[in-house]
């Protein structure tokens, strides 16, 4: 069975940090592209950052680009999403996600974690 674990979620006051962590099991990601997605409470999904398989290119958000940073480590099945500066406005459901059907920003990809709820208070 093929799972996707966020983990790293939390409470964290506006300006601090967190960084979330994402491991796969069942089955190995090394050779596919991965995505962080949120989703705040009425709104829709929306693409954050994504990274290519190997690392080289990651793609980000206007909305995030300077303040978090996605990595890989194939070697452990793991993406990560580091946070800084964060904002109210960064409240949000955050969701792993692995495996594009198409462009890195579409939400169409074939593997989905359960989500990390990260709350920024001001």
């Known amino acids: 069975q093929v799972q996707l674990v966020e983990s790293g979620g939390g409470l964290v006051q506006a300006g601090g940090s967190l960084r979330l962590s994402c491991a796969a099991s069942g089955r190995t990601f090394s050779s596919v592209a991965k995505g962080w997605f949120r989703q705040a409470p009425g709104k829709e999904r929306e693409f954050v950052a994504a990274i290519s398989w190997n690392g080289g290119r990651t793609y980000y958000a206007d909305s995030v680009k300077g303040r978090f940073t996605i990595s890989r480590d194939n070697a452990k099945n793991t993406v990560f999403l580091q946070m800084n500066s964060l904002k109210p406005e960064d409240t949000a459901v955050y969701y792993c996600?692995?495996?594009?059907?198409?462009?890195?920003?579409?939400?169409?990809?074939?593997?989905w974690g359960q989500g990390t709820q990260v709350t920024v208070s001001s």
């Open positions: 996600a692995a495996d594009p059907r198409t462009s890195y920003s579409n939400p169409l990809y074939n593997y």
